[in-house]
């Protein structure tokens, strides 16, 4: 029997560069960047948390946004300032049953089932993967069991992820998609990469 997939989806910033929340800008004529996330990881199977801050709410419900209540499980940062560990650490703590969880940023919305699937099908090599691009590091990770309930225990919020992650063993995973690269950080990024006005 296959163990539960979860996906953190980190969407609590304050999008200062961007002058706008990422979460809720266009991927496409029909989807914001969240629902495109939450529409792959949801096709892939996996139990979504989202981890996101009151302005995001309050505009999802003014938009008339509705997320798969079912499989999304939403939790808002009311600490902000704290930074993104204490985002992470919101989401692990929604995590009941022994399983996986990959850490989606939701400025990158070009994730893909293809590059989830590669990264699940190495996650027992070792403490968590990471995706790369001739080489270079992108998103999302996929941590495993040890690593979330550690997470859980850990109240140290002033460093970063990767500082947490550190004396863990990583499993690189060649992936062929250049889009595992990309953070969309400005308005300038988003016109660029995405195109839409």
């Known amino acids: 029997m296959q163990e539960p997939i979860y996906a953190i989806i980190l969407a609590a910033g304050h999008s200062s560069r961007m002058g706008l929340q990422k ?8 989807l914001t960047f969240l629902e495109k996330i939450i529409e792959t990881y949801s096709t892939f199977g ?27 499980i939403i939790v808002v940062n009311t600490d902000i300032n704290q930074g993104r560990m204490l985002s992470i650490k919101l989401g692990v703590s929604k995590i009941m049953k022994s399983g996986i969880c ?8 070009f994730v893909s089932t293809k590059t989830l699937r590669q990264l699940m099908n190495n996650s027992r ?15 999302p990770i996929l941590i495993s069991n040890k690593i979330i309930e550690d997470l859980k225990e850990f109240d140290n919020l002033h460093i970063t992820l990767k500082e947490f992650l550190s004396s863990y ?7 062929n ?17 995405i195109g839409l006005t």
């Open 23 to 30: 979460a809720l800008l266009k991927y496409s004529e029909k």
């Open 46 to 72: 996996a139990t979504i948390i989202l981890v996101t801050n009151h302005i995001v709410i309050d505009e999802l419900e003014k938009n008339n946004i509705k997320l798969d209540n079912n499989n999304t």
């Open 102 to 109: 990959f850490i989606q940023n939701i400025d990158n919305p």
């Open 125 to 139: 090599k070792s403490h968590y993967v990471s995706p790369t691009f001739k080489g270079k590091g992108g998103h």
């Open 169 to 175: 063993e990583k499993e690189q995973i060649e992936i």
């Open 177 to 193: 998609d250049e889009k595992i690269l990309l953070n969309i950080n400005t308005i300038d990024d988003y016109h660029n990469i």
